[in-house]
């Protein structure tokens, strides 16, 4: 199980109570900290090798990849001969995601869970110099 998995199931199973449950909150929230931060980094990086996209974090299967504009274009013309509606609508609304995001200040994430699909824009903290020079090239 990956760092991540576990994070998420010591925070959905905790069994202590008083200062130890207290002292566990602080370790999680430190851990989630530090893997929130590896993801943004993984995204930034992502965007300056493909350009705009997200990063896909799917919990259902354990598997992290960069998807780039490019490639959820072509996702969604295959998802449109197969007429895989469920596939499609993920697809476009990544894509609108992507369309809309502020990319001098943000790096997108999408996760994909058993409890549905959801894309949140995540503010690149003292990254946000190397977005701005991004956008810059994306902008011309």
């Given at each position: ?9 010591q ?9 130890e449950?207290?002292?566990e ?5 430190a851990?989630a ?20 996209g997200?990063?896909v ?46 990319w001098s ?16 824009a995540l ?7 190397s ?5 810059e090239?994306?902008?011309?």
């Amino acid at each position: 199980m990956s760092r991540r998995s576990d994070l998420l199931q010591q925070l959905l199973q905790s069994d202590k109570f008083g200062e130890e449950k207290s002292n566990e909150q602080k370790f999680l929230a430190a851990t989630a900290e530090l893997i929130l931060t590896d993801l943004i980094d993984i995204a930034i990086r992502g965007v300056t090798q493909r350009g705009a996209g997200t990063l896909v974090v799917n919990l259902q299967n354990d598997s992290t990849t960069f998807m780039s504009g490019s490639d959820v274009e072509g996702d969604i013309l295959v998802a449109e001969s197969e007429r895989d509606e469920e596939v499609l609508k993920f697809l476009r609304d990544v894509m609108e995601e992507i369309d809309s995001n502020d990319w001098s200040k943000n790096v997108l994430v999408t996760l994909i869970s058993d409890a549905g699909t959801r894309t949140f824009a995540l503010e690149a903290g003292g990254s946000q110099e190397s977005l701005r020079a991004i956008t810059e090239e994306f902008s011309g």
